[in-house]
């Protein structure tokens, strides 16, 4: 039985011809060692590359939800793969235990944020995926593995970030710490004095990001830090579902000024400077998992490259003077953030130390010319594409920007040798 898929960005659709439901692994083992590629399991379709799309079987996991286990004393969890992020959250809480970093949204699912290196910012913290103590993966033949750094080491090495193409993850142990509060500033600073107290910034505060509207003279600097001030009481995951997809006030406002921006190019300096002075200052206690996501209701397609963290001022001072000489319309700020370095073969901070620059253009907007000038940017700073965000890499490049990265493909060669897990997009880079 068929059906439509398309991701969040409606920019990636596709009819498989089976999508498959499977209630347990042994079900889901067997789906797969029976159904024809490309099999493809998603997540909640945040990607912005065809890394889900597929024309053969889809096979849906939303029985795999819920935390299975948890170990306060050793800080650990073990959590069913296809769990959203906004339903992880509470769960840990109730157990004294919270994520140690989470990225902008909540709506993703835990084995789709740590198969594409999914992350958020802080120099000292690495992506999702470098806390990944040991996971459960069905492979192509049916067969099931545990994979930890003791038990099928290499598995575990490069599978932490393998965007589902050495197999299904069904369960996923990840490494936590006791719950805790953060304190949120938002604040405006001119390019010159951000870029002066830049290294300041990103060393001084656990969280420091700064979101950048190319045609606005100031950019908007956000830090997090621990608290011990009081929070108010954590909600429950049924809020944190809803509070996610929430569409308020300003959010229409913000979409009405994005679909008139392409046709009144006039309007561009003005409104990113509105925008830029806009956006609120939140300066009360949170619990982790409630003040790290904020609703994203406004649709958009992304680019993101990781580049050596010295090189990151910059990479992004070069890439809003080439927006502005070339007046290139866009209503979305650039994202600046840090991440530290990691041992996963394909992810984006294998061993370096990094600075990640996000680009976004309204979903209804064509991205090539602004994702073509900053891409040539990246390039020139040795940039690191996000696997789940727009790039047009060669399996080349790639080979030579990620190190591991022809051990990771003989890996899957190994797991995978009829590339059953590969779509064209997919066969294409790593077959
Ligand atoms: C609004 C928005 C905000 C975002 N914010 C951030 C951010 O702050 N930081 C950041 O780094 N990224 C961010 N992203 C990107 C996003 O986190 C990634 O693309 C992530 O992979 C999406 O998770 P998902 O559950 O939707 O997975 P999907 O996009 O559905 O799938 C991603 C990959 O995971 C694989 N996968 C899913 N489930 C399994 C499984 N059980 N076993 C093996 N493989 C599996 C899929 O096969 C696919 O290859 C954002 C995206 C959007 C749309």
């Not at 692994?25 to 797969?32: C, F, G, P, R």
């Not at 206690?285 to 993101?304: D, G, K, L, Q, Y």
């Amino acid at each position: 039985m068929g059906g439509k898929w398309s991701n969040w960005s409606g920019g990636v659709s596709c009819k498989p011809r089976q999508i498959l439901s499977p209630q347990n692994e042994i079900e889901l083992a067997a789906s797969i060692r029976n159904a024809e590629g490309p099999v493809r399991a998603p997540g909640s379709g945040h990607s912005f590359t065809p890394l889900c799309a597929s024309d053969g079987a889809m096979v849906v996991l939303n029985a795999f939800r819920g935390l299975k286990a948890t170990s306060r004393e050793q800080g650990l969890a073990t959590i069913f793969a296809a769990t959203p992020l906004w339903a992880i959250g509470p769960a840990l809480h109730a157990h004294g235990l919270a994520l140690r970093n989470m990225g902008d949204i909540d709506r993703q699912t835990l084995a789709g944020v740590v198969a594409t290196g999914t992350h958020g910012t802080g120099q000292t913290l690495g992506s999702l995926s470098s806390d990944v103590a040991g996971f459960r993966l069905i492979l192509a033949s049916g067969d099931v593995l545990n994979c930890t750094p003791s038990e099928n080491a290499e598995i575990f090495l490069g599978g932490r970030v393998a965007v589902g193409i050495l197999g299904v993850m069904t369960e996923i142990s990840m490494a936590l710490r006791p719950r805790y509060r953060l304190i949120e500033d938002n604040f405006l600073l001119a390019p010159e004095e951000l870029f002066r107290r830049l290294d300041d910034l990103v060393s001084t505060n656990r969280h420091f990001e700064f979101f950048w509207f190319p045609h606005a003279d100031v950019a908007v600097c956000k830090t997090l830090n621990e608290t011990d001030k009081p929070a108010p009481a954590p909600r429950s995951a049924e809020f944190m579902r809803r509070r996610g997809e929430r569409v308020g006030g300003e959010a229409r406002v913000f979409a009405g000024i994005n679909e008139i921006l392409p046709t009144l190019p006039v309007l561009l300096k003005p409104a990113h400077g509105l925008f830029s002075r806009l956006m609120p200052n939140a300066a009360s206690a949170r619990w982790s998992h409630e003040i790290f996501p904020t609703a994203r209701p406004v649709r958009f397609n992304e680019m993101e490259y990781a580049v050596p963290l010295a090189r990151g001022a910059d990479c992004i001072r070069e890439i809003v003077a080439e927006i502005r000489h070339r007046k290139i319309n866009t209503g979305f700020p650039l994202e600046f953030r840090t991440v530290a370095e990691d041992d996963i073969w394909l992810s984006p901070f294998y061993r370096r130390e990094s600075a990640t620059i996000a680009v976004h253009q309204y979903y209804k907007v064509d991205t090539s010319r602004l994702f073509d000038a900053c891409e040539a940017i990246f390039r020139r700073y040795e940039g690191r594409p996000h696997w789940g965000k727009r790039h047009t890499r060669s399996r080349e490049e790639l080979t030579a920007l990620y190190p591991a990265f022809e051990r990771f493909r003989s890996l899957r060669r190994e797991l995978d040798p009829g590339g059953k897990f590969l779509n064209p997009y997919l066969r294409s880079i790593f077959e």
